[in-house]
C-alpha cells in the first residue's frame, strides 16, 4: 500500500508543478485562444507539451545555465544563464515558437496563442524603438533579447540512443 501512494505521487509531482492556472480553469481557455491572461510559460506547456502525442517540453537546470528542449519531430533547443530572467527566457522560448517556426509546424500553436503574441509584442516593442514595422518588431525584439541576456537557440536530435546538439549563434 505505501509503495502503490508513493508511485502514485512520483507521477503527480509533475503535474501539480506545472502552475496553479492549470488548475483554476485557464487551460480550457487557453484551448479555444483565451491566453493573454497566462503567462509564456504555462502556454508553452498547455500548447506544446503532450507526451502522448510525442510533444515535450524539458526543463534542466544545470549550474551555470538553463536548459529548455522542446520536442516535436526534432527538438528546439534553448538555453539561459542560470542568472537571466527567468520570465524573460519563457517570453522568448514563446517568440521562437510563434515567430521563428514555419507555419506547418506551428499553426494550430499560432491560432491558439494570438491574444498572447501582441502582448508579446507590446511588452518588447521598447527593444527596438526605431522600427515600426509588425514583422520587423517581432524579430528585433527577439534578436535583442538574446544579445540583452545571452540566450542560444539550436536544434537537438536523438537517434539510436545518440544525442547530436547544433547551436546559432546571434
Not at 121 to 131: D, F, G, I, R, W
Not at 134 to 140: A, F, G, N, Q
Request: charged content about 25%; hydrophobic content about 35%.
Amino acid at each position: 500500500m505505501r509503495f502503490t501512494l508513493l508511485r502514485i505521487g512520483v507521477y503527480l509531482l509533475p503535474l501539480l508543478s506545472t502552475s496553479f492556472h492549470c488548475w483554476a480553469g485557464e487551460v480550457s481557455n487557453a484551448a479555444k485562444g483565451e491566453t493573454s491572461a497566462m503567462s509564456s510559460r504555462d502556454i508553452l506547456y498547455t500548447q506544446l507539451h503532450k507526451p502522448s502525442e510525442y510533444q515535450t517540453l524539458e526543463l534542466s537546470k544545470k549550474k551555470t545555465r538553463v536548459e529548455l528542449e522542446v520536442c516535436k519531430d526534432q527538438c528546439g533547443y534553448f538555453e539561459a544563464p542560470s542568472n537571466a530572467p527567468i520570465v524573460t527566457f519563457w517570453d522568448f522560448v514563446f517568440m521562437f515558437e510563434y515567430w521563428g517556426r514555419t507555419v506547418d509546424e506551428s499553426d494550430t500553436f499560432r491560432a491558439n496563442t494570438e491574444s498572447h503574441e501582441r502582448v508579446m509584442l507590446e511588452k518588447y516593442a521598447s527593444e527596438c524603438p526605431k522600427v515600426h514595422d509588425v514583422s520587423e518588431t517581432e524579430r528585433c525584439a527577439w534578436v535583442a533579447l538574446a544579445k540583452k541576456h545571452k540566450f542560444r537557440v539550436g536544434i537537438v536530435g536523438y537517434d539510436e540512443g545518440y544525442r547530436c546538439q547544433a547551436i546559432l549563434e546571434s
